[in-house]
C-alpha cells in the first residue's frame, strides 16, 4: 500500500474523532501542488526548448528552485509542521500534568479513578499521541523526498536544517522523550498488550556510560536518546531540555549560565547560551523534564539518592552565599 492510501486510511480510522481537533499534514494537497509543479515546467521548458522531444512528463523539472511551488509548498509545509508540533507539546504536557499531578489535583484525580479507569485512559491517549507525531514525521520525511525528486534538487534536505533551526523536528522533541518516560514508569514495557501500539521503549546504562534511551516508533522508526550530560559527563539528574534540545542537569545548566540553582534555570540571563551548540535564548523556554526524573529515580535508586543529597548541599552552600552577599550590600558588614 503507498503511504498517501496509508495515511488516509489513519485520517479516518479509529482516531478521527482524536485527528477532527488537531492539525496534520495536508500530504494529498502538498502532493497537488506538486503535480501542478512538474506539469507547469514541463511546459515551460518545452516552450524554451531546454529538454528534448523525448523527455515525458514523468521526468524531474529541471529548475531546481520553483517560486511558484516555494511559496504554496513550503510555506504550508512550515506551518502545518509547526501547528503539528505545538498540538503534539500541548496534549503531552496536559497528558503528563494529569499523571504526575500534586496538591488539590492530585486528590481530585484519584477521586475520579475511583469511578473511572484514568490511568488506562491517559496510557490510551499516549498510544494515540505517539501515533499522531509518527505519521506526521512520515508523512514530511515523504513530501520533502518527493520534491527533491521532482526538482532534482536539494531543497527538501534543507528544508530538514530549517525545521531543526526553527525547533520543530517533530521526532527530536524533548516531549517525545518525556513520553517515553511515561511509558517505563506506567510499567507498560512489561505489559503485552501495549508493546505493539506504544511501539517499544527501553533505558540502558543508567548507571555507567553511556546511558541511552531507545524508541522503537511505529512503522519501524527507530530513535535513541542520550542521557548524558555534556557538563559533568554523568547521567543527566533533575534533567531540563533548553530549548534548542540539548539536555543538562538542573545544577550543570544553572552553572553554565551563571545563576544560582535555588533560583533555578529559566533565570539565565537572555545573553546565556548553550554549552554545546552556543544559540542565545535558549534558557528561558527550557522544559523540566519531570517523568524522565522520575524514571531515573526509580530506576537508580542509589545514585538518585546520591545525586540528590549532593545538589542539596550546592543548593544551601549557593544559598548560604547569595543572602550573606546581600546583606553586605544592605547594612554594610
Avoid at 496509508?6 to 482516531?15: I, K
Avoid at 502532493?31 to 515551460?44: D, G, M, Y
Avoid at 548553550?274 to 526509580?298: F, N, Q, T
Wanted: proline share 2%.
Amino acid at each position: 500500500m503507498k503511504f498517501g492510501e496509508t495515511f488516509t486510511e489513519y485520517l479516518h480510522g479509529e482516531e478521527e474523532w482524536f485527528l477532527e481537533k488537531c492539525r496534520y499534514v495536508e500530504y494529498k494537497k502538498l502532493k497537488k501542488v506538486l503535480k501542478k509543479c512538474k506539469t507547469c515546467n514541463f511546459t515551460r521548458s518545452d516552450d524554451e526548448h531546454i529538454i528534448s522531444s523525448a523527455t515525458s512528463l514523468s521526468d524531474s523539472c529541471q529548475y531546481q528552485s520553483c517560486p511558484w511551488c516555494d511559496q504554496m509548498f513550503f510555506e504550508e509545509l512550515m506551518k502545518e509542521a509547526s501547528d503539528v508540533a505545538g498540538f503534539f507539546k500541548s496534549r503531552v504536557r496536559h497528558l503528563l500534568h494529569l499523571h504526575v499531578a500534586t496538591g488539590m489535583q492530585r486528590y481530585l484525580i484519584r477521586l475520579r479513578r475511583c469511578f473511572t479507569d484514568e490511568k488506562q485512559a491517559l496510557i490510551h491517549e499516549g498510544h494515540i499521541l505517539i501515533q499522531y507525531i509518527t505519521m506526521n514525521a512520515i508523512a514530511i520525511r515523504k513530501i520533502l523526498k518527493k520534491y527533491d525528486k521532482v526538482h532534482g534538487s536539494e531543497n527538501g534536505k534543507n528544508f530538514k536544517l530549517k525545521m531543526r533551526a526553527e525547533r520543530i523536528e517533530l521526532l527530536h522533541s524533548p516531549w517525545l522523550i518525556e513520553l517515553g518516560a511515561f511509558y517505563l514508569n506506567s510499567g507498560l514495557d512489561k505489559v503485552g498488550n501495549f508493546k505493539n501500539s506504544f511501539g517499544r521503549v527501553s533505558c540502558e546504562n543508567l548507571n555507567e556510560d553511556q546511558p541511552v534511551m531507545k524508541l522503537m516508533l511505529p512503522n519501524s522508526i527507530e530513535l535513541e536518546f542520550d542521557l548524558t550530560c555534556a557538563i559533568c559527563l554523568e547521567t543527566v539528574f533533575n534533567p531540563y531540555a533548553l530549548k534548542c534540545g540539548h539536555i543538562f542537569c538542573k545544577a550543570c545548566a544553572c552553572s553554565s549560565a551563571s545563576v544560582m540553582i535555588f533560583q533555578g534555570v529559566k533565570a539565565a540571563p537572555q545573553c546565556s547560551k548553550c554549552p554545546i551548540c552556543r544559540e542565545v535564548g535558549v534558557y528561558a523556554e527550557a522544559v523540566h523534564m519531570i517523568e524522565l526524573h522520575l524514571l531515573l529515580k526509580i530506576r537508580s535508586k542509589e545514585n538518585w539518592k546520591e545525586r540528590m543529597m549532593g545538589e542539596r548541599s550546592e543548593m544551601v552552600k549557593q544559598s548560604k552565599m547569595f543572602w550573606n552577599e546581600q546583606t553586605l550590600q544592605m547594612i554594610g558588614y
